[in-house]
């Protein structure tokens, strides 16, 4: 089994481009989306992910501060 990436993105432009640039360089990953905060609490609960990548700046929080709270899962 391939990568699997949580993309922690709200803008759905942006979202899409990062899906298409990861899926593009590397084979087999499995992009993982949170758009919003709800989603993002319970993909951080329930989904597996071996890295995660976030935008700086979105509507439900830091992005930095998110990565944080993925760290200390």
Known sequence: MGLSVLLI???A???RIASIV???GLPRVNVIEATHAAQFVE????D??????AASRLAFGDG???LAAVKHR
């Open 9 to 11: 993105e709200d803008d």
């Open 13 to 15: 432009d942006d979202r």
């Open 64 to 66: 930095v501060e998110l």
């Open 43 to 46: 993909r951080l609960g329930a």
């Open 22 to 24: 990861l899926e593009h």
């Open 48 to 53: 597996r992910f071996d890295v995660a990548v």
